[in-house]
C-alpha cells in the first residue's frame, strides 16, 4: 500500500484502506496539545490581521530576544523557520554528499531531507519495547560520520533520554567532530524538563530542533528553530528563504512565549489521562511503550499482525498512525495521540469491545 508519510488527514487512511469513512470518526494520528490553542490567540486574532498587508519581518528580532531569554543562548544563535519540517530540510542542505546517523525508530523527515541531498544514510535501531539509548553502541559507529540525528522525546515511542545520556553521547561525537542533532518537538510535554540548550555555548556540535506546533496546537501556521552555534546558523540562513516566517505565526508566537501558565496546564492534564490510559492498557493486556509525553505507541501481543487491529479501529472511527514507515517497527506497532478526556474513554470503550471479540 502507498502509506501516507505522517499522521493527520485522516481521508487518505481511509482511501488507502479502501474502508468506507464513518459519519463521525476521530483523529488520534496528529499528536498536538488536544486541549488546542491558547485562547488569546483568538482573543488577538482581530490585531494580527493587520498585519498582513505588511512584510514581517524577516530577522524575527523580537521573538528571538524572547527565545534567547527563555533558552539562555544568544540571538545569534537562535534560527526561526516554518516548522520543524523547514529546519530538518535546511540541516539536509548543510549535511549534502555527508555521512549521517540516524537512531531509529524516528521521524521520517530527517532521512528524507538527507536523502533529499544525497547523504550516506547509517542506521542504528533501538531495540524494543524499552527503546534504551546505548552510548557506547553509538560511539561504535560515529567514525567518519558528519551528524547524527536524535529525537528526544523520540517520535513515535515518546520516550525521553536523559541530560547525563545525551552530554555523554555529545562528548563522543565531539571527539570525531561529529554534529549532533537533538530533535525537540515534544520538549515542553515532559513534565520533568532540565533544559539541555544552555550547552549550546559550550558545544559548537549541538545542534537543537524545536517546533511550537506542537504545545500550541498550530499545525496550521507553522513555527519552530534551531539553537545551534553562530557558524552553523549562519549555514542554514545561507539556504533559508527571505520571509520563510509569516506575520501571523510570528505574532502568535510572540504570545505564546510570554505565556507562563498554558504549558503547565497542557502538561498536567496529559499525565492524568495518559496514567489513566496507561492503567486500562495494562488490565486489558495491551502492550504500550513508555511513553513521558502526549504519544504512545500500542499494540495487541494476542495479535501477530496488527492489521486486523488497525482495521477495526478505523471502521469503528479510530484513526492510529500507522508505523509501516518506522525504521524496525513496520507496522507491528500503532501510535496514538492522547485527545480530550471524552475521546479518550471513547478509545477505551472501542478496545473493550475488540477484547471482546470472539
Same mark, same amino acid.
Given at each position: 500500500?502507498?502509506?501516507?508519510?505522517?499522521?493527520?488527514?485522516?481521508?487518505?487512511?481511509?482511501?488507502?484502506?479502501?474502508?468506507?469513512?464513518?459519519?463521525?470518526?476521530?483523529?488520534?494520528?496528529?499528536?498536538?496539545?488536544?486541549?488546542?490553542?491558547?485562547?488569546?490567540?483568538?482573543?488577538?486574532?482581530?490585531?494580527?490581521?493587520?498585519? =498582513?498587508?505588511?512584510?514581517?519581518?524577516?530577522?524575527?528580532?523580537?521573538?528571538? +530576544?524572547?527565545?534567547?531569554?527563555?533558552?539562555?543562548?544568544?540571538?545569534?544563535?537562535?534560527?526561526?523557520?516554518?516548522?520543524?519540517?523547514?529546519? =530538518?530540510?535546511?540541516?539536509?542542505?548543510?549535511?549534502?554528499?555527508?555521512?549521517?546517523?540516524?537512531?531509529?525508530?524516528?521521524?521520517?523527515?530527517?532521512?528524507?531531507?538527507?536523502?533529499?541531498?544525497?547523504?550516506?544514510?547509517?542506521?542504528?535501531?533501538?531495540?524494543?519495547?524499552?527503546?534504551?539509548?546505548?552510548?557506547?553502541?553509538?560511539?561504535?559507529?560515529?567514525?567518519?560520520?558528519?551528524?547524527?540525528?536524535?529525537?528526544?522525546?523520540?517520535?513515535?515511542?515518546?520516550?525521553?533520554?536523559?541530560?547525563?545520556?545525551?552530554?555523554?553521547?555529545?562528548?563522543?561525537? +565531539?571527539?570525531?567532530?561529529?554534529?549532533?542533532?537533538?530533535?525537540?518537538?515534544?520538549?515542553?510535554?515532559?513534565?520533568?524538563?532540565?533544559?539541555?540548550?544552555?550547552?549550546?555555548?559550550?558545544?559548537?556540535?549541538?545542534?537543537?530542533?524545536?517546533?511550537?506546533?506542537?504545545?500550541?496546537?498550530?499545525?496550521?501556521?507553522?513555527?519552530?528553530?534551531?539553537?545551534?552555534?553562530?557558524?552553523? =546558523?549562519?549555514?542554514?540562513?545561507?539556504?533559508?528563504?527571505?520571509?520563510?516566517?509569516?506575520?501571523?505565526?510570528?505574532?502568535?508566537?510572540?504570545?505564546?512565549?510570554?505565556?507562563?501558565?498554558?504549558?503547565?496546564?497542557?502538561?498536567?492534564?496529559?499525565?492524568?489521562?495518559?496514567?489513566?490510559?496507561?492503567?486500562?492498557?495494562?488490565?486489558?493486556?495491551?502492550?504500550?511503550?513508555?511513553?513521558?509525553?502526549?504519544?504512545?505507541?500500542?499494540?495487541?501481543?494476542?495479535?501477530?499482525?496488527?492489521?486486523?487491529?488497525?482495521?477495526?479501529?478505523?471502521?469503528?472511527?479510530?484513526?492510529?498512525?500507522?508505523?509501516?514507515?518506522?525504521?524496525?517497527?513496520?507496522? +507491528?506497532?500503532?501510535?496514538?495521540?492522547?485527545?480530550?478526556?471524552?475521546?479518550?474513554?471513547?478509545?477505551?470503550?472501542?478496545?473493550?469491545?475488540?477484547?471482546?471479540?470472539?
Amino acid at each position: 500500500m502507498n502509506w501516507p508519510k505522517h499522521g493527520s488527514n485522516p481521508q487518505y487512511i481511509y482511501k488507502e484502506t479502501g474502508i468506507p469513512k464513518p459519519e463521525k470518526w476521530i483523529d488520534f494520528s496528529a499528536n498536538i496539545n488536544p486541549l488546542g490553542s491558547p485562547q488569546i490567540l483568538k482573543e488577538k486574532w482581530l490585531d494580527f490581521y493587520q498585519k =498582513i498587508n505588511d512584510y514581517p519581518d524577516p530577522h524575527t528580532q523580537v521573538l528571538k +530576544k524572547l527565545i534567547s531569554n527563555k533558552t539562555a543562548v544568544d540571538p545569534e544563535s537562535i534560527l526561526l523557520g516554518n516548522g520543524g519540517a523547514e529546519l =530538518i530540510a535546511l540541516l539536509g542542505r548543510i549535511l549534502a554528499g555527508g555521512n549521517v546517523l540516524l537512531i531509529e525508530p524516528a521521524f521520517s523527515e530527517y532521512e528524507s531531507a538527507c536523502s533529499a541531498n544525497d547523504c550516506q544514510i547509517f542506521y542504528h535501531q533501538l531495540d524494543e519495547p524499552a527503546w534504551e539509548l546505548n552510548v557506547e553502541e553509538i560511539t561504535s559507529k560515529l567514525s567518519a560520520i558528519d551528524a547524527v540525528f536524535l529525537c528526544t522525546p523520540n517520535n513515535p515511542t515518546g520516550i525521553g533520554y536523559s541530560n547525563e545520556t545525551i552530554v555523554k553521547l555529545l562528548e563522543e561525537c +565531539k571527539k570525531t567532530d561529529t554534529l549532533l542533532i537533538l530533535d525537540e518537538a515534544f520538549y515542553d510535554f515532559l513534565e520533568d524538563y532540565t533544559p539541555i540548550s544552555p550547552l549550546i555555548k559550550e558545544y559548537s556540535n549541538l545542534v537543537i530542533i524545536r517546533s511550537m506546533t506542537k504545545m500550541f496546537a498550530i499545525p496550521g501556521l507553522r513555527l519552530g528553530y534551531i539553537l545551534a552555534n553562530p557558524r552553523v =546558523i549562519d549555514k542554514l540562513s545561507g539556504y533559508q528563504p527571505h520571509w520563510s516566517v509569516n506575520a501571523l505565526a510570528m505574532s502568535a508566537g510572540e504570545l505564546f512565549l510570554q505565556d507562563t501558565y498554558f504549558v503547565q496546564n497542557i502538561v498536567n492534564y496529559i499525565r492524568s489521562e495518559r496514567e489513566k490510559l496507561f492503567s486500562f492498557f495494562l488490565a486489558e493486556g495491551f502492550e504500550f511503550s513508555p511513553s513521558q509525553v502526549n504519544f504512545y505507541l500500542l499494540r495487541d501481543p494476542l495479535e501477530k499482525e496488527q492489521m486486523p487491529l488497525f482495521t477495526f479501529l478505523l471502521r469503528r472511527g479510530i484513526v492510529p498512525r500507522h508505523t509501516f514507515n518506522f525504521p524496525g517497527l513496520e507496522g +507491528k506497532w500503532l501510535r496514538f495521540a492522547i485527545k480530550s478526556t471524552e475521546e479518550n474513554n471513547y478509545l477505551m470503550e472501542v478496545f473493550e469491545e475488540w477484547r471482546q471479540l470472539p
